[in-house]
């Protein structure tokens, strides 16, 4: 059973630009949430896919925006990056199951540095 | 949002119990209380959870108070590896679609 995968590990942009960062789920689960983690700080919950639809989301603007494919693999896509947005993006998969509280597993994370 | 108050920092020694609290006055019925735990370059990890009753596992034990207003995270015996930023959450069953978590408690252990 392989892990959360992220890719890339690091990536530095300009202000700006455009990213897109990508998350492959453990196996058999269906649902993805990404959290912005800023230095020193806990993460911050963006947003949640759940069988490819959005299932709700944090206080983040429309410039951070997200896929979740067939496959329960994952997109998290920032326009217009400004300096703030330097953080380490962390994505978590779990599988949801009715009354139940779910376990997130956690990949190691991409982190993004915008000059 | 029921929310969760942590101590900034708190230390120990290698090979002796840990205790690490949590205060969490505003929980509701439906709210499970989850800790996660993150290593230095890691992302998070779970490590137990529990509604109202106490919880052992490989990793750690939650002990929850009568009121459920406040929780233990306990190390029975830690480890340099123990070494993390701990966060206490409270997730609602009914809709669990995020975790908020605070800043954490540092734990370091000395050797």
């Known amino acids: 059973e392989t892990g959360v995968t992220q890719s890339p590990t690091h990536l530095i942009k300009t202000r700006g630009q455009q990213v897109t960062l990508r998350c492959s789920s453990q196996s058999g689960h269906n649902t993805v949430s990404w959290y912005q983690q800023a230095l020193g700080q806990g993460p911050q919950f963006i947003f949640q896919y759940y069988r490819e639809e959005e299932n709700g989301r944090g206080n983040f603007p429309p410039r951070f925006s997200g896929l979740q494919f067939p496959n329960y693999s994952s997109e998290l896509n920032v326009n217009a990056l400004e300096l703030d947005d330097s953080a380490l993006y962390l994505c978590?998969?779990?599988?949801?199951?009715?009354?139940?509280?779910?376990?997130?597993?956690f990949g190691p994370g991409t982190r993004l540095t915008v000059l | 949002d029921a929310k969760t108050t942590q101590p900034n920092s708190m230390e120990s020694n290698e090979e002796e119990p840990v205790h690490l609290p949590c205060n969490h006055s505003?929980?509701?019925?439906?709210?499970?209380i989850h800790w996660y735990r993150q290593l230095p370059s890691q992302g998070p990890e779970y490590v137990i959870h529990g509604l109202t009753s106490n919880v052992n596992n490989r990793m750690a034990s939650l002990a929850i108070a009568e009121d459920r207003k406040s929780s233990t995270l306990i190390l029975h015996r830690a480890t340099l590896r123990d070494a993390a930023v701990y966060y206490c959450?409270?997730?609602?069953?009914?809709?669990?679609?995020?975790?908020?978590f605070g800043a954490g408690t540092r734990l370091t252990v000395k050797p």
């Open positions: 505003t929980i509701s019925g439906t709210d499970y």
């Open positions: 978590a998969s779990s599988s949801r199951l009715a009354g139940e509280s779910d376990t997130q597993y």
């Open positions: 959450i409270l997730r609602d069953v009914a809709a669990d679609n995020d975790m908020r």
